[in-house]
């Protein structure tokens, strides 16, 4: 099972980025799978994860509005579309993924997991 996250980079405020997430070595349709960060300094959190039964999601509240989590089942491949960036949104990013069907978005309940990959959110 690998994840490997990409998409990240150096975005001023106000600014867009799409992360992507391409998993091998299992099918997406079977697992929860998620979006989560860890700033410096600051523990690893769950940003919007979801389920593979019915497409549920959640959604940290700090980025309610801003984010927006899809799958594609066909391409094995998750993607965070991350609009108004904050300097507050700067983090590691991570993915990944649960074997199950649910929306929770608590790292601890996570089995495996993507490399990261660094957003910077700043003018």
């Known amino acids: 099972v690998q994840l490997q996250a990409y998409g990240g980079g150096l975005v001023q405020p106000g600014g867009s980025l799409r992360l992507s997430c391409a998993a091998s070595g299992f099918t997406l349709d079977d697992y929860a799978i998620g979006w989560f960060r860890q700033a410096p300094g600051k523990e690893r959190e769950g940003v919007s994860c979801?389920?593979?039964?019915?497409?549920?999601?959640h959604y940290a509240d700090s980025v309610k509005g801003r984010f927006t989590i899809s799958r594609d089942n066909a391409k094995n491949t998750l993607y965070l579309q991350m609009n108004n960036l904050k300097p507050e949104d700067t983090a590691v990013y991570y993915c990944?993924?649960?074997?199950?069907?649910?929306?929770?978005?608590?790292?601890?309940?996570?089995?495996?997991w993507g490399q990261g990959t660094q957003v910077t959110v700043s003018s």
């Open positions: 990944a993924a649960l074997y199950g069907s649910t929306s929770s978005c608590y790292p601890e309940l996570y089995d495996y």
């Open positions: 979801i389920s593979t039964s019915d497409g549920s999601t």
